[in-house]
C-alpha cells in the first residue's frame, strides 16, 4: 500500500505529430495504468500538428513519472501539473522542443513558488535591476510561457478527458 497521498492534474499536450499521437497515449497509460484514449484536435498554432489533453488522478509524484515518459519524443510541446496534496507541494512542468524541461513548485492557487534560496541566490549574482529582472524570468519560466502561450490560446475550448490511476 503506498505512504503517498491521492493528487490530481492535467497534462496538456499543446502540439503532436499525429504519427507521435499513439505513442502519446501509450506513454500516458502505462504512467497511469490504464488505457488512454485522448480526443485529438488540430492545433491551429502549428499546422499539420495535433493537441489534446486529459485530467488525472493518482498518488503523489504521478506528475513527473508522466513527464519523464513524454519526454521520449523531443518535438512535443507539453505541460503537466500536479495540484498540491497534503504534506507535497503541487508542480508545473512545460516542455518546449527548443528549450527542454522547466519546472517549478506551484501554491494552492497555482502560483509559482520561489524559495529564499531562489532569491538568495538570485540577489547575490544580480548585477543590477535588469539582472535582477531577467534572473526573475528565468525563476518564473517566461521563456516556456512565451513559447507556449500561443499553443495554449489555440486550443480554449478544446475538450477534456478525465483519466484515474488505478492500483
Not at 70 to 87: I, K, N, Q, Y
Request: glycine share 12%; with cysteine.
Amino acid at each position: 500500500m503506498s505512504t503517498r497521498g491521492s493528487t490530481s492534474g492535467v497534462v496538456y499536450v499543446h502540439s503532436s505529430p499525429s504519427a507521435v499521437c499513439p505513442h502519446v497515449e501509450w506513454a500516458i497509460s502505462g504512467t497511469l495504468g490504464e488505457r488512454v484514449d485522448l480526443k485529438w484536435a488540430a492545433q491551429p498554432a502549428a499546422p499539420g500538428q495535433l493537441r489534446a489533453e486529459c485530467a488525472w488522478t493518482g498518488e503523489a509524484g504521478t506528475g513527473a513519472r508522466l513527464v519523464s515518459a513524454l519526454r521520449a519524443w523531443p518535438m512535443l510541446r507539453f505541460e503537466v501539473t500536479e495540484d498540491p496534496s497534503p504534506g507535497v507541494d503541487g508542480v508545473r512542468y512545460c516542455f518546449a522542443p527548443v528549450l527542454g524541461l522547466w519546472h517549478a513548485r506551484t501554491s494552492a492557487n497555482g502560483d509559482i513558488v520561489v524559495s529564499e534560496d531562489q532569491l538568495r541566490a538570485l540577489a547575490a549574482r544580480s548585477r543590477g535591476g535588469e539582472s535582477f529582472a531577467h534572473g526573475v524570468d528565468e525563476i518564473l519560466g517566461a521563456a516556456w510561457d512565451d513559447a507556449l502561450e500561443p499553443f495554449r490560446r489555440a486550443g480554449d475550448g478544446a475538450p477534456v478527458t478525465w483519466l484515474h490511476r488505478v492500483g
